[in-house]
C-alpha cells in the first residue's frame, strides 16, 4: 500500500465506519498517547525497565500503525498530501545532511 493509497483508506474507513474524524486537537491528544504507547513497549523491550506482566503481550508492531493511523488522520484533516511532504524531507535532509554523518566520528 502506497501512503497515498493508505491516506484514501483511512479517510474512507472514517467517513463509513467512523462516522467523522476526531477534531485536529482531540486526533493531536491521541497521537502523543499513541506514540506514549511505543515508547513504554521501547522502554520496556530495549530500555532498562521491564514489563509488568499486564504489558508483555502488547505488539510494538500494532502500537506502531496506531501512531501512523492518527498520523494520517491528522494528514487527511489539514490537507497534508504526506507522500509529497515526504519527499520533499527526503530532498531537505539530502542537502543538509549530504556529509554530516558520514562526518560524523561519533558514528564510526
Do not use: P
Request: with cysteine.
Amino acid at each position: 500500500m502506497t501512503i497515498s493509497e493508505a491516506q484514501e483508506k483511512v479517510d474512507a474507513w472514517i467517513n463509513s465506519t467512523g462516522v467523522r474524524y476526531f477534531d485536529e486537537l482531540t486526533n493531536m491528544a491521541i497521537l502523543t498517547e499513541e506514540v506514549g504507547e511505543v515508547a513504554r513497549i521501547m522502554a520496556r523491550k530495549y530500555g532498562e525497565q521491564s514489563f509488568k506482566e499486564s504489558e508483555k503481550d502488547k505488539d510494538l508492531a500494532d502500537e506502531m500503525a496506531d501512531v501512523l493511523w492518527v498520523l494520517i488522520c491528522l494528514a487527511n484533516q489539514t490537507g497534508v498530501d504526506l507522500t509529497k511532504a515526504l519527499e520533499k524531507n527526503f530532498e531537505k535532509k539530502d542537502l543538509r545532511d549530504k556529509d554530516r554523518h558520514q562526518a560524523n566520528k561519533k558514528l564510526k
